[in-house]
């Protein structure tokens, strides 16, 4: 990689501000799970259950994708503090749904209401105009969809 060429310096400081972005608002996030005595997985794992009741661990592994082992170790942590159940499912006894129990939907809506990533955002974009915002996300959607392009290839190889 020549780092002397002007389109590799831009790419890398793109690179270098998605990251700080990224890390900033995980942080948030990680405040808000802390907050309620959880991580940021077994947040996500909780409000997607609250989400979508009844969901399998494959559904989840799909929806988060994270590895089913993660989502597994982090279920059964979820189960041991009472927020969600495993319920065998009635249809296919082989399956295994997830349910939330009601101290579970609480601390969900507790991390909806809190939500301090989404505050922080609110507040950091009072900064631009609604056209502004309106071209942040649509650059940022392209430059996903070219980023998912460039994986697709890579997986090809």
């Known amino acids: ?3 002397k060429n002007p389109k590799v310096k831009v790419a890398g400081e793109l690179v270098q501000s998605f990251m700080s972005v990224s890390k900033i608002l ?3 996030t990680a405040l808000n799970a802390e907050s309620l005595g959880l991580t940021i997985l077994q947040m996500g794992i909780l409000n997607t ?3 979508h009741p009844c969901i399998t661990l494959k559904e989840i ?3 988060l994708s994270i590895s089913k082992s993660t989502v597994s170790v982090n279920v059964d942590t979820l189960v041991n503090l009472k927020l969600i159940e ?3 499912n009635e249809e296919n006894r082989r399956e295994i749904n997830l349910t939330i ?7 969900s809506i507790k991390s909806s209401h809190n939500a301090f990533s989404y505050k922080a955002m609110l507040s950091a974009l009072e900064a631009f105009s609604e056209d502004e915002i309106s071209f942040l996300i649509k650059t940022h959607s392209k430059l996903l969809k070219q980023l998912n392009d460039e994986e697709s290839k890579i997986n090809d190889i």
């Open 49 to 51: 259950i609250n989400s």
């Open 26 to 28: 995980t942080k948030y």
């Open 61 to 63: 592994t799909n929806k």
């Open 1 to 3: 990689m020549d780092y």
């Open 101 to 107: 129990l009601p101290k579970g939907k609480e601390l």
């Open 86 to 88: 495993r319920k065998t």
